[in-house]
């Protein structure tokens, strides 16, 4: 088989034809028609310009429209009740087992940050060595956490999006029940150290047959429900997520193949899946749900509509040739890593165009902050997505990866995408989601505060210290006049203040578990009135026309 | 978008072409190497001695992979010459490593070839280097009161030894020092050009 470059460069070729004939085909077809008005097609008739969070609009102020005796809901609000109740099982497990995995993993990270300044805490015990807690920890937060707590927010927004309740939701419940399974596994090998050794991927091949297996069950309601959609027009949020659907389980595949790759191959196939799968699978689940949020909860439609396709195809074609920018310098093919790092610059493209969606809409509803619980979570988290996708833009470069190369800048930024932007996300996705799926409200406004205030600082403390640090680190590392001894000293302060972000994140979590636990068990009605922050006054009303 | 299908397609198709790019391109590219003919494959106790560092999770805190001195103090620090294609062709699965909160272990056979430092080392990393970081592996070692033969005695510092007992080595400590000793990555590279293509470190 010829391997010579012009070789490749007919593939390439080949493939950049096929791509333009089915962009041209899309386009005739008339794929890219859209405006304003689809942007709306989220709202309900007369619900333009209505704050909805987590109060229901059109039932009479004076009725509870969550007691079932004396529900007076009209029409729409009927079918959507129905609707956001189609896939209560699968939604309910996945909320309530991502938030246990959530505080488990972070406790997990707490214990980790501790050892890197405080090497000899708990190293008497080999289960809770750095070694095997640093990738439960990793593990834990992307399939335990924000994967569950993401297809639940998914599984949510697909009857609300389509008009159409959940088609075959046996399947995810099925699936919800398996993933879980699967996570409690490879957790259970990592404790032991049976790993394969793979960032990301450390999971052992039978504990990756059953998350696959539960991702495929869990996808096929998500694509049956949208086929058999009666709303026409297919809105943002649901490219990203058939999108991650689709791409999620290809990744998974092809990284975790055994048999296929060898020796420096294989660092190149882990950091394709590695990057891919922030990118293809944990970014859609978020901004699908920012993309709905946002609008949702202030009343107003998506700022510039259209520009959501360049947001989206951008990403599509951008993203997933980034990986390699792990690799810079390292033994791989410099064209490989120079491919790589174009694109990454090339992502200011759809990041830009998401941010502009994004943060222009909310001008002028920047006061809702003040009492929206769902809000504040999912704007600060859009406004990291913009925050940490333009610094990776940045560090791709060669003359900033040099220095930030190998270092805790890398976590730095790893925790601004994770924690600041999907995992804050996925917190507002719960706050709006489980009262419509419960028929309960939120009982303790004031813990969705600390929560909040929790998360915000830490996360903040967590970014700059480890950024910080970092960058001294890597500054070190690249100067030969200096010693690896320095590179390591010059951090520990930085790390110190790490440990202090990740206990508020950590206090943070436990007091959104209580919450939820207090939600489940509690019988707060809507009646009580909806858990809005600072605003006593809105607990009577059921919409607001700010 | 009104179409599943063609959103579909058009997914498929940039996943594709990203696929193709970065995965099926350097597979063909890098498979005719060769692995480098002063590469020594791993013994068995070595091969034991790596499947502990995986284990213990090594690989998230040092590195497998030396840059080229225009990118970092690596050559200055004797660290090695940058690393090619060939020098993993043993390694599955790959620990290149991502962290560099300790240092880079291509060379650390070369750098470090006392077996008796690299046990003391795991042991207490603060027994021979007293700034480091490293978490300890006492449970890799056994407590005894006498030595009996063949066991491999640790010459602890008097301050970072248990009372009254001696430290001996495990086979997994001595497998996993196996292993590390083997790392002798600095060997000149072969003068056959590593792939058509021009790699990010030139030896």
Redesign the interface.
């Known amino acids: 088989m010829p391997t010579g470059s012009a070789f490749f460069l007919a593939i390439t070729f080949l493939m950049s034809l096929a791509a333009l004939w089915v962009f041209i085909y899309a386009l005739m077809k008339g794929q890219f028609l859209v405006s304003q008005k689809q942007a709306k097609v989220i709202f309900d008739p007369g619900e333009l310009g209505q704050v909805e969070d987590p109060a229901h609009s059109r039932q009479k102020p004076e009725t509870n429209p969550f007691e079932k005796s004396s529900v007076e809901l009209d029409d729409y609000a009927k079918e959507r009740r129905e609707l956001d109740l189609s896939g209560r099982r699968s939604v309910l497990i996945f909320f309530s087992s991502s938030i246990f995995w959530l505080v488990l993993a972070s406790v997990f990270g707490l214990l980790v940050s501790l050892k890197f300044h405080w090497p000899e805490f708990l190293s008497d015990n080999q289960y809770l060595t750095f070694g095997r807690l640093r990738p439960l920890h990793l593990t834990m937060v992307t399939y335990g956490w924000m994967s569950m707590a993401g297809m639940g927010a998914c599984l949510w927004l697909i009857p609300r999006l389509t008009r159409k309740a959940l088609v075959g939701e046996k399947y995810c419940f099925i699936g919800s029940i398996i993933w879980n399974v699967g996570v409690l596994l490879g957790s259970i090998c990592l404790f032991f150290g049976i790993s394969e050794g793979v960032e990301w991927l450390e999971y052992p091949w039978y504990v990756d047959l059953i998350i696959a297996t539960a991702g495929g069950l869990a996808a096929i309601p998500a694509i049956k429900t949208v086929i058999a959609r009666t709303e026409s027009h297919i809105y943002v949020s649901l490219w990203y997520i058939l999108g991650g659907f689709l791409w999620f389980p290809m990744l998974f595949v092809v990284a975790n193949i055994p048999g296929v790759h060898f020796g420096v191959e294989h660092a190149i196939a882990n950091w394709w899946f590695a990057h891919n799968v922030l990118g293809l699978w944990l970014t859609p689940l978020g901004l699908a749900i920012a993309y709905y949020l946002i609008p949702k909860v202030i009343g107003r439609p998506i700022f510039s509509y259209q520009l959501s396709l360049v947001g989206f195809w951008g990403l599509a074609f951008f993203y997933a040739q980034v990986g390699m920018h792990h690799l810079i310098g390292g033994p791989i093919p410099t064209w490989l890593a120079n491919l790589s790092i174009v694109m990454s610059v090339g992502m200011v493209v759809p990041v830009v165009a998401v941010a502009i969606n994004h943060h222009v809409t909310m001008v002028g509803h920047f006061k809702k902050l003040i009492y929206s619980p769902t809000l504040r979570f999912v704007v600060f988290g859009a406004m990291m997505y913009t925050l940490s996708s333009l610094q990776g833009c940045l560090h791709a470069l060669r003359t900033f990866n040099t220095v930030s190369h190998f270092t805790h800048w890398t976590v730095s930024h790893a925790h601004l995408g994770a924690y600041g932007f999907t995992t804050m996300v996925l917190f507002a996705a719960i706050y709006f989601i489980l009262p419509r799926v419960l028929e309960k409200e939120w009982p303790f406004p004031e813990m969705i505060s600390l929560h909040f205030w929790g998360a915000f600082v830490g996360i903040i403390i967590y970014v700059i210290s480890t950024g910080v640090g970092g960058w001294l680190q890597g500054l070190e590392l690249t100067d030969p006049s200096s010693t690896f001894q320095n590179s390591v000293l010059v951090t520990i302060p930085y790390l110190v203040a790490r440990s202090l972000g990740g206990t508020l994140m950590v206090g943070a979590h436990i007091i959104f578990l209580v919450h939820v636990v207090c939600m489940f068990l509690g019988s707060r009605k809507s009646g009580d009135g909806p858990a809005f922050l600072n605003r006593p006054d809105l607990k009577e009303r059921a919409a607001d026309h700010v | 978008?009104?179409?599943?299908r063609?959103?579909?397609?058009?997914?498929?198709?940039?996943?594709?072409?990203?696929?193709?790019?970065?995965?099926v391109?350097?597979?063909?590219?890098?498979?005719?190497i060769p692995p480098e003919s002063n590469l020594k494959p791993y013994t068995e106790q070595e091969l034991r001695g790596r499947a502990e560092y995986?284990?213990?999770?090594?690989?998230?805190?040092h590195?497998q992979?030396v840059?080229?001195p225009s990118?970092?103090?690596d050559?200055?620090?004797g660290w090695g010459r940058?690393?090619?294609?060939g020098?993993?062709?043993?390694?599955?699965?790959?620990?290149?490593?991502?962290?560099?909160?300790g240092?880079d272990l291509s060379t650390i056979g070369v750098r470090q070839p006392n077996e008796q430092w690299h046990l003391l080392h795991l042991y207490n990393?603060?027994s021979v280097v007293s700034?480091?970081?490293?978490?300890?592996?006492?449970?890799l070692f056994e407590e005894k009161k006498e030595a009996e033969p063949g066991d491999i005695v640790l010459h602890l510092p008097k301050e970072f030894a248990p009372e009254g007992n001696i430290v001996v080595a495990k086979p997994s400590a001595l497998d996993l020092v196996a292993y590390l000793l083997s790392l002798k990555r600095n060997f000149p590279v072969d003068d056959v050009k590593q792939?058509?293509?021009?790699?990010?470190?030139q030896p």
């Open positions: 978008m009104y179409s599943v063609l959103l579909y397609i058009g997914a498929l198709i940039t996943f594709g072409v990203a696929f193709v790019a970065l995965i391109i350097p597979f063909m590219q890098l498979r005719p995986i284990s213990q999770g090594c690989v998230y805190c590195t992979q840059r080229d990118i970092g103090a050559a200055a620090w940058p690393s090619v294609p020098d993993y062709a043993y390694d599955y699965p790959h620990l290149l490593g991502t962290m560099r909160t240092p990393p603060r700034w480091s970081i490293m978490p300890s592996y006492p449970f792939s058509e293509t021009s790699m990010e470190e």
